[in-house]
């Protein structure tokens, strides 16, 4: 089955430790995005790729990092940095980086740092 | 700033009536117009869209209405089912911005029996 794979699922972190969360696709997709979602807010963009070895900063991308090495592959790492770490994210991919592609969404990772 | 915006953030709505959702944008440069639907703990799923060269798209139960000149659009679902109770998402999308999407905040529709 296609599709895309966010792990873990729940992930607990003590405060100053970097953490990394994974997202793989087999769509075959150039482009991925990753969002952070808070209660009551939409989703927000971090980051997002539109081609392996490139990326582009989104809305709120201080105090987390990414890097496409594969074309299947966008890791996001939550760093020390990032002040309010505490989130739902979610990976998502789409065919190429343009409007009439639709993104599809991996499952979500729920971070909690204490 | 939000360029999109959700300003209902529940709704409720009986099984069988017209459940509907609105969404209105700040930004003209926008010209692609998404629905995403999501559940709890779960990722979003695409729902349906509509382009800015038309005002209407159909798709089974949802039919997504586009207003350019009043910068905004609705989502409504007939006959609403209790399957449907969801938080719904509007986002909007240009070809300046890459594919990239903006969100609003969401609705949580509840559909009762």
Known sequence: DGGITQSPKYL?????????????QNLNHDAMYWYRQDPGQGLRLIYYSQIVNDFQKGDIAEGYSVSREKKESFPLTV????????????CASSIRSQPIYEQYFGPGTRLTVT | DQ?????????????????ILNCDYTNS??????WYKKYPA???????????????????????????SAKHLSLHIVP??????????????????????????????????
């Open chain 2, 29 to 34: 440069m926008f010209d692609y117009f998404l």
């Open chain 2, 3 to 19: 360029q999109v915006k959700q300003n209902s953030p529940s709704l409720s709505v009986q099984e069988g009536r017209i459940s």
């Open chain 1, 79 to 90: 760093t020390s940095a990032q002040k309010n770490p505490t989130a739902f994210y979610l």
């Open chain 2, 42 to 68: 779960e990722g979003p799923t695409f729902l349906i869209s509509i382009s800015s060269i038309k005002d209407k798209n159909e798709d089974g139960r949802f039919t997504v209405f586009l207003n350019k």
């Open chain 1, 12 to 24: 607990f972190r003590k405060e100053g430790q970097n953490v990394t969360l994974s997202c793989e």
């Open chain 2, 80 to 113: 609403s089912q209790p399957g449907d109770s969801a938080v719904y998402f509007c986002a909007a999308s240009s070809r300046s911005t890459l594919g990239r999407l903006y969100f609003g905040r969401g609705t949580q529709l509840t559909v009762w029996p």
